[in-house]
């Protein structure tokens, strides 16, 4: 059974940059499709951006195109989110997931605990 943990969230000014790790455990990893997700208080949980298990494509939602980047290192076992030019609207708790190439949260079957971004001066 794969396991997934998030790490990396902070708290960061706007127009800034943070890296975020999703660590698996569990055989097979590079098997997996990968995407990230993000909730904030009172709202559903938001598709982020996803990639596939072999990193060659990725998909993201409009509202961080152009500022965040996922890739993946299957030999350590983990996908990075790289996030710039970070806006307070970005704040939320940050989920990986798997194994889907899409940005819909029911596709998925594994998740992680999630990890906090905080975007504010």
């Known amino acids: 059974q794969l396991q997934l943990v998030e790490s990396g969230g902070a708290l960061v000014q706007p127009g800034g940059s943070l890296r975020l790790s999703c660590a698996a455990s569990?055989?097979?990893?590079?098997?997996?499709?990968i995407g990230w997700f993000r909730q904030t208080p009172g709202q559903e949980l938001e598709g982020v951006s996803c990639?596939?298990?072999?990193?060659?494509?990725?998909k993201s939602a409009d509202s961080v195109k152009g500022r965040f980047t996922l890739s993946r290192d299957n030999a350590k076992m983990t996908v990075y989110l790289d996030m710039n030019s970070l806006k307070p609207e970005d704040t939320a708790v940050y989920y990986c997931?798997?194994?889907?190439?899409?940005?819909?949260?029911?596709?998925?079957?594994?998740w992680g605990q999630g990890t906090q971004v905080t975007v504010s001066s």
């Open positions: 997931a798997a194994d889907s190439d899409g940005l819909e949260p029911y596709e998925y079957d594994y």
């Open positions: 990639i596939s298990s072999t990193g060659k494509s990725t």
């Open positions: 569990g055989l097979e990893f590079d098997y997996y499709d």
